[in-house]
């Protein structure tokens, strides 16, 4: 249980970091890796926390837009990041948008490489 954690806050620091290297001038940590370590924690915490009730409550429109809402929802809780902690700064919602897509993509591929895979029983 612990590992997973640890794997997950690994996971979004690499893509907290992506995002930066990526959208320079938007995401603003002032150059320091220690910042994106907590954000990676923060934006874990409240992924494990917060999420989880905000897609129960906003399950209709994410229904409605056939599951493209989930993108509003985590880009909401990156968002969300940033005011738990102002040494993390994002330039607008919108950047908190596209960092999301970002952070899914190398979410998705460092899922793929670093979690072990289980044998399908045929």
Request: aromatic share 12%; proline share 3%.
């Amino acid at each position: 249980m612990l590992r997973k954690f640890a794997l997950r806050v690994l996971v979004n620091f690499l893509g907290l970091w992506a995002a930066a290297e990526l959208m320079t001038g938007s995401i603003n940590y002032n150059d320091k890796l220690r910042v994106l370590v907590i954000a990676a924690l923060i934006f874990s915490v409240v992924n494990a926390v917060i999420r989880p009730l905000v897609v129960i409550l906003s399950l209709p429109a994410i229904v409605l837009t056939l599951g493209v809402f989930t993108l509003i929802i985590n880009a909401f809780m990156l968002y969300l990041v940033t005011k738990i902690y102002p040494s993390f700064q994002l330039r607008s919602f919108w950047t908190a948008v596209v960092a999301t897509i970002i952070i899914w993509v190398v979410n998705y591929l460092l899922t793929e490489l670093l979690e072990p895979k289980h044998a399908k029983s045929v």
